[in-house]
């Protein structure tokens, strides 16, 4: 089953930032997220129903995922 592409607004994503660091973001359409560009921080917050859930509790760390 293919995953849906995000689908928001361009001007959103364009002031969106990453409420731990305040760095941008990318888009990971097939995860449904928005990946931290910040290697430091790298968290990635889920988007549901096309609405970003910007909450840090939610995220999903990617860090170590990316050094195994």
Do not use: Q, W
């Not at 592409?5 to 449904?32: G, Q, T, Y």
Request: negative net charge; contains cysteine.
């Amino acid at each position: 089953m293919a995953a849906s592409k995000i689908n928001l607004d361009p001007d959103l994503l364009a002031i969106l930032v990453c409420p731990k660091c305040r760095s941008e973001f990318r888009v990971d359409d097939d995860a449904n997220e928005l990946v931290c560009t910040n290697a430091g921080c790298a968290l990635a917050y889920p988007v549901r129903d096309d609405i970003p859930v910007l909450l840090i509790d939610e995220a999903r760390e990617t860090k170590e995922a990316e050094t195994h």
